[in-house]
């Protein structure tokens, strides 16, 4: 072959390849695009906000009890994205101890006004509602405005006139709103319902925007789920009355249960420089109605009917391939594949649970390397903060390796490569001190429960491990030289999507050490960290584990919440499914007039007792009234628990009725929920 071609080849064709093979999106940076791949931020990137300042968009999303919080994502085409920082990266931002699975960050907004950026969110472990901002987006940003507010999903709208408005979910199927003081993050009159719509159910998300003179309100309904969609309405004043757009959900995938694309939602609608309309909004990409990765960050384009509405893609559905916007490549590095650790801090993608502990991590103890040190928090603490520090997932095919030195000396002590969906769901292959021996160790923890698949002895104190995946299930090796491979086994993908495992964050994968509840002096030295998205194993044989034994149930016949009768618009798990509590979360009770109801079968008529189990959050103190057979017989008290992940229990007297009672408890009125578990009577 000829020198010129085969040097134009090594500078141009082999590149595009490689390029192609290790990023999501499908299409060259460097060259004009005609369309693109979605997600366009793949992996955990839920609840997408975005807003154009000239020719750069800028995106953050929620990211719940994971630190550092609200990543900020920079774009010039909309396609190709380069993560430039964190909103909040500084603990005193983002208080976390304590946050469950599904807690902490919720829904952000981000806007530009007068020469600054402005991120409007809520924390359920901190404060509820606040306003953060900067002048740059890279950072650093403020200090938190606390607004003294816990409605969800709060967002900021900035109008000519010079006023600002922040729009809430006010729980159930109200969208409410108030004036805000931006500067002092004081907010300036009362909240005012701006929206309801009862056909529907978890009214969220809300957006306010101006647009040739009228206001537009568009909202996420049906929750977060299948039946997930966007709705919209107008008018012409900020405060409503709002007309329904006549071709709502503008946005839904409900009606197409075959599309590879699921749950889209919660958008965010926005004008580009050349005056076309896109959307980024939350979908997933289930395989085997199981999904993985989470909710990603998906584009769309949006045209606009001749009456003045605007539609997605012009018929409420998306594809995975989309023609591409009309804008400039955006050029941007590629992802780093290997991290060799060095002394100066890791980058911005790197991400922790809850907030992180630094006296945990060092760059510096030992150069070239980053220690881990074997705390007493391990991976199933819930509420507490492991050493763990990885990246998210945000491919399904992949590989991730490290090479690590670990010396464990006493029983408890081990380190390793971890994916993990919640405190409850992960899987781990590391090295371990067992029975006096130092071992290489596959183990899984599925709804809490702890299964240790495969044990092989060690020579070496140094190890490499790998932990790869495809569409269908994880695999797990080491190697004491990173050429001769020894399989541990393949565990189940589905059992760490967020269908089975709840959870609100999709999985991250990274580097770990824990002593299981003893204080240790040892750490564990990683070299560096390798993943190479695109690259799965082929799949073999799932590893067996054995028969979990259910925890015990209380005295009494036990009538689980999910053989209720629901009503008013009460949900179940599969309905909310981001609750990851020690058991099955259903009769979720948060909408006023939303009621569950038991059928009690007893021997013999009168007196006999219930235990009720509940979660309950929002920190304010639930009245229920309680029905036996249509009767209203009293107000059950339930008390404001720390978290949803927190179970207490409440005794009632019953007067029952031989053969089938109906036991009935139903939300009456305010802000707040209340998770039923079951019901046990005696």
Not at 34 to 42: A, E, G, H, R, Y
Not at 269 to 280: A, H, I, N, P, R
């Amino acid at each position: 072959m000829c020198p010129r071609i085969i040097k134009m080849l090594l500078a141009g064709v082999i590149p595009f390849l490689l390029h192609n093979f290790f990023r999501p999106a499908q299409c060259f940076a460097g060259s004009p695009m005609k369309t693109f791949q979605n997600p366009i931020l793949p992996g955990f990137h839920p609840d997408p906000s975005i807003c154009r300042v000239g020719d750069d968009f800028y995106l953050t999303n929620s990211t719940f009890e994971i630190f550092p919080g609200l990543p900020i994502s920079h774009s010039r085409d909309l396609v190709h994205w380069e993560q430039i920082g964190n909103a909040l990266d500084r603990t005193s931002q983002i208080p976390l101890k304590g946050a469950p699975d599904g807690g902490g960050l919720y829904a952000p907004t981000i806007r530009y006004w007068k020469g600054k950026f402005y991120i409007s969110c809520t924390n359920y472990n901190g404060r509820g509602g606040f306003v953060v901002s900067a002048e740059n987006p890279a950072g650093p940003w403020s200090e938190p405005l606390w607004l003294n507010d816990w409605g969800m999903d709060g967002s900021l709208f900035f109008d000519d006139d010079g006023k600002v408005y922040y729009t809430k979910a006010a729980g159930g199927v109200d969208i409410s709103q108030a004036e805000l003081d931006i500067e002092a993050g004081k907010l300036l009159t009362p909240f005012k319902i701006i929206y309801t719509d009862k056909s529907e159910h978890d009214n969220e998300g809300p957006h306010l925007y101006k647009i040739k003179g009228r206001y537009y309100l568009m909202l996420a309904e049906g929750g977060t789920g299948t039946s997930h969609a966007e709705f919209i309405g107008r008018s012409h004043s900020p405060w409503g009355p709002f007309e329904r757009c006549p071709y709502n959900p503008i946005l839904t995938e409900r009606d197409d249960p075959q599309s590879p694309i699921q749950c889209t939602g919660h958008g965010d609608l926005f004008e580009t420089v050349d005056g076309s309309w896109w959307m980024v909004f939350l979908g997933v990409r289930p395989q085997d109605g199981k999904s993985v990765l989470g909710r990603e960050t998906f584009l769309a384009p949006v045209t606009w009917t001749a009456d003045g509405w605007p539609i997605v893609n012009g018929n409420h559905h998306m594809a995975v391939e989309m023609p591409a916007p009309h804008l400039k490549p955006f050029p941007v590095k590629k992802p780093q594949t290997v991290t060799r650790f060095k002394p100066q801090k890791l980058g911005p993608e790197w991400i922790y649970i809850r907030n992180v502990d630094p006296s945990n991590f060092s760059l510096t103890a030992h150069p070239g390397f980053l220690s881990i040190k074997a705390a007493k928090d391990s991976l199933s603490n819930t509420k507490e903060e492991p050493a763990f520090v990885g990246k998210r997932q945000t491919a399904f095919r992949f590989t991730a390796r490290t090479a690590m030195r670990f010396h464990p000396a006493q029983e408890g002590e081990e380190a390793g490569l971890c994916v993990r969906s919640t405190d409850d769901n992960h899987y781990e292959v590391g090295v371990e001190f067992y029975q006096g021996k130092t071992q290489a160790f596959l183990r899984n923890t599925v709804k809490g429960n702890m299964f240790t698949l495969a044990r092989q002895s060690l020579k070496s104190r140094d190890v490499q491990l790998e932990l790869s995946g495809n569409e269908s299930q994880y695999q797990f090796a080491w190697s004491p030289d990173g050429k001769e491979w020894n399989s541990l086994g393949a565990s189940p993908s589905a059992d760490l999507s967020k269908e089975k495992a709840g959870g609100y964050t999709g999985t991250e994968i990274g580097l770990y050490a824990s002593a299981n509840g003893k204080e240790s002096p040892a750490y564990a030295d990683f070299a560096w960290f390798q993943m190479l998205d695109g690259k799965g194993p082929e799949t073999i044989a799932l590893s067996p584990r054995p028969t979990p034994i259910p925890p015990p149930k209380p005295a009494g016949t036990v009538y689980e919440a999910e053989d209720s009768l629901l009503s008013g618009g009460a949900m179940t798990a599969t309905d909310h499914d981001g609750f990851s509590g020690k058991g099955f979360v259903a009769g979720y009770l948060q909408g006023s007039g939303q009621k569950t109801a038991f059928t009690v079968n007893v021997p013999g008529e009168g007196n006999h007792q219930a235990v009720i189990r509940y979660g309950s959050s929002m920190g304010a103190e639930q009245a229920l009234s309680l029905y036996v057979n249509g009767k209203f017989i009293q107000k059950v008290k339930f008390k404001p628990l720390e978290n949803w992940d927190t179970w207490n229990n409440v005794t009632v007297e019953l007067v029952l009725k031989k053969g089938a009672n109906t036991v009935a408890l139903q939300k009456d009125q305010g802000d707040g929920c209340v998770n039923l578990d079951y019901l046990a009577v005696q």
